[in-house]
């Protein structure tokens, strides 16, 4: 039997599935953590990764068999590309099906930050909350806001819509010309500086690359309106999170939604003081039917890379070799 590294357990369909057709060995427990389990089987010819792990250019020269890296998760920055390109080693993400899940989010978010839900909550279970007063915990209205989303992708995309029917304006910055939802959406793609300077909420939904590392830093802090609300449901990377703090702290910007940090699990203390920071344990995609559907994606790869079929969901790295 094949044997498929697993590096965290997850849905059970998907272990069960995996433990029929395969030799399945879950790193973790006594295995040890995902290096030494590599180390340890490095006849495995898949490894199931996640966002969590590393898994970088020595782990992947070690393997001796390895044929795919099926990511739970559509990121897939904590892959060493080059080094699985390097040794033809496929490369398969989760994208479409947590689409809805982290735009909802991203939404849940922006309400959050914009009308202060979690400083409110905490207000009621504090024994705080004296009666209705006609000028407690004033928000943002989202009606007429304009939302600034950077990175038009399926993400940004579903975002963008849902702010809609909530009666915000939409802009959007991306890399390419996004032609199609300019003409069917009505949504103007702008300059990056033109967006952080108009708009009235900003939603971060670029994948992380080296060249965009802290693309939010204290530069466009301080260019953004002083009552603007900050959400970053992408990749902690994305952003300074020292310069966030102090932005948050001088009243700079109003207030920031963040479900990724720089360095996860950490996060900067500062952060976790500030009431103008909602603070959200990575949850983008964590909804039952999409994790299942994540993990049975995972599984489904793996199963057409280990029977020499080409795995639908290749990252966009490896759709572009196939195309030479
Ligand atoms: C992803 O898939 O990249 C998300 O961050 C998971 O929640």
Not at 3 to 16: F, G, N, Q
Not at 74 to 82: F, H, R, T
Not at 126 to 140: M, R, T
Request: a positive charge; hydrophobic letters at 50%.
């Amino acid at each position: 039997m094949k044997k498929v590294i697993l590096a965290h357990r997850y849905h059970e369909e998907a272990v069960a599935a995996l433990s029929r057709e395969f030799d399945l060995v879950i790193a973790g427990g006594k295995d040890g953590g995902l290096r030494a389990c590599l180390r340890r089987h490095a006849d495995a010819e898949a490894l199931i990764s996640f966002l969590s792990d590393p898994v970088d250019r020595s782990m992947i020269q070690g393997m001796r068999k390895l044929r795919i890296i099926a990511n739970f998760a559509v990121g897939y920055n904590n892959i060493d590309i080059a080094a699985a390109l390097q040794k033809s080693i496929l490369v398969t993400h989760t994208p479409d099906v947590l689409t809805r899940a982290t735009a909802d989010l991203a939404m849940a978010l922006i309400l959050a930050a914009s009308r202060r839900l979690v400083e409110g909550d905490a207000m009621v279970r504090a024994g705080e909350f004296h009666g209705w007063q006609a000028g407690l915990l004033l928000g943002k209205e989202l009606n007429g806001a304009l939302l600034g989303i950077v990175g038009m992708g399926r993400i940004g995309l579903a975002v963008a819509l849902r702010a809609r029917a909530f009666g915000m304006k939409v802009v959007f910055y991306s890399r390419s010309a996004k032609p199609r939802i300019e003409k069917q959406f009505g949504f103007a793609r702008v300059t990056f500086l033109e967006l952080i300077r108009s708009a009235d909420v900003v939603s971060l939904h670029l994948p992380y690359s080296p060249g965009v590392h802290h693309l939010f830093n204290r530069d466009v802090f301080a260019v953004m309106k002083k009552d603007a609300v900050f959400v970053n449901t992408a990749r902690g990377a994305l952003m300074d999170e020292a310069a966030l703090a102090d932005a948050l702290e001088k009243s700079e910007i109003f207030a920031a939604g963040l479900d990724v940090y720089e360095n996860e699990p950490a996060v900067n203390p500062r952060l976790k003081k500030l009431k103008n920071a909602v603070l959200l344990p990575h949850l983008g995609s964590a909804t039952e039917a999409t994790r299942r559907q994540m993990a049975m994606m995972t599984v489904q790869a793996v199963r057409q890379a280990l029977s020499g079929r080409k795995p639908r969901h290749l990252i966009p790295e490896w759709k572009e070799r196939l195309k030479k």
